[in-house]
Structure formats: C-alpha cells, structure tokens
C-alpha cells in the first residue's frame, strides 16, 4: 500500500473549518484513500473513504485532487469534541487489502 | 451490544506470566482483526480472521502470540510469558465485508490495556 505523510499537529478554532492534509503520491489506481480518528484512550472511528470523486457524508467531506496525490479531510465547523488523532490510510481492494497501515497521524487540536 | 467490545479493559501482570484477552465483534461481522499500539505509535497489523479461512498470522511479532476465533465469532488473544515490551493497548476490529471492492470499514473497540511489570 502507499504511503501517506500528514503534518504532525494543527490547531483550529472552534466553530471552524478544520482542512486536515494528506501526501500520498505513490498512490495506485486501485488504491482507496481511508481517513479515521482516534479519540484520546479510544479506538479508531470511520470517517470517510473515496477514491477519485469528492465524498462527503455527515461527519466530514473528503476532497481528492484530480492526480489523486493528495486529499483533504474536512471537517466543517469543528467542536471540541473533533480533538483527537487524524489518520490518513491507503489501502488497494481486492483479497488481501483488509490490513489498515496507520501512520503516526495529524494531532488535530480544536481550541475554544 | 451495537459495537466491538473488549475485556479486561486494564490488564496488570507480572513478566513471564500468561494473558488473555477478549474480542467480541459485532454480529454478523465475518471479518475481524488484532491490532496493538504501543504508547505514541500507531496501530501494528497482528492477525486477521475471515469467516472459515485459515487466519493470517503475519502479523504476530513472535510465537509467544497466537489468537483464535470460536464458532465465527468470539476472538480471543493469547501472550504467553509476557515481556515487559509486550506492553500495549491491543484493539480488536471487526467488518462485514473485506477487500472485494475496496470498501474496508473497520469497526473498532475500546481496546486493552496490557501492562506488565
């Protein structure tokens, strides 16, 4: 799978838009871009996944751009309760693809 | 329950000792993993389970480790003369489906804390 480079912390203003980063260049057509959270002594939650199209759903929109080498999760007006870890994940389909690679992610802080 | 659940939450034991731990995934979820991750890392692929198929091991660091899935559903973790490394929060994971059109929505649990001393 590809990998992924996503700062290593934002900070955003509540009741803003948080626009979270995400490099994967590698990518390969058959590669879906993931994006999950981790809430402080949680599991990871689902956010959002897409592979070429813009996706959005009622947590966050997710913007690919055309190349496909980057995206940007979205998060449009963040609450305190959107502080946590951001990860960005590539991952193909097709038998084998069930591994998540999780990366370090971006420490998204919301601030009051 | 509508989620994964994990027991024990928290789990203190000294070196050398045996430890296991408990996933339950969602029902009707045919696919469900083990990940851990140790304090500031991310999370480390362990061993994955898909309805009847042999599992994939690849994942287990050593064979202290080994895992297995009753009946499809229940999952349980095994460490055995645990090392003071092997400190971590393991979460398990479970989807419905995996892999075939790239749709991979794992659905996690709270995790277990493994510490030991």
């Known amino acids: 799978d590809a990998k992924t480079t996503q700062p290593t912390s934002m900070d955003c203003a509540e009741g803003r838009a948080a626009n979270l980063p995400c490099n994967h260049s590698t990518i390969s057509g058959n590669e879906y871009v993931y994006w999950y959270r981790q809430i402080h002594s949680q599991g990871p939650q689902y956010i959002i996944h897409?592979?070429?199209n813009n996706e959005t759903n009622e947590m966050a929109s997710l913007i690919i751009t055309e190349d496909r080498k980057s995206s940007t999760l979205i998060l449009p007006h963040a609450t305190l309760r959107d502080t946590a870890v951001y990860y960005c994940i590539v991952s193909s389909s097709g038998a084998g693809s069930y591994q998540l690679t999780f990366g370090k992610g971006t420490k998204l802080s919301v601030i009051p | 329950g509508a989620g994964v659940s994990q027991s024990p939450s928290n789990k203190v034991t000294e070196k050398g000792k045996d430890v296991e731990l408990r996933c339950d995934p969602i029902s009707g979820h045919t696919a469900l993993y083990w990940y851990r991750q140790s304090l500031g890392q991310g999370l480390e692929f362990l061993i994955y389970?898909?309805?009847?198929?042999?599992?994939?091991k690849s994942g287990l660091p050593s064979d202290r480790f080994s895992a297995e899935r009753t009946g499809g559903s229940v999952s349980t973790l095994t460490i055995q003369r645990t090392q003071q490394e092997d400190s971590a929060v393991y979460l398990c994971?479970?989807?419905?489906?995996?892999?075939?059109?790239?749709?991979?929505?794992?659905?996690f649990g709270p995790g277990t804390r493994l510490t030991v001393l």
């Open positions: 897409g592979l070429k």
């Open positions: 389970f898909q309805g009847n198929s042999a599992p994939d």
């Open positions: 994971a479970s989807s419905l489906r995996t892999g075939t059109v790239g749709y991979n929505e794992q659905f």
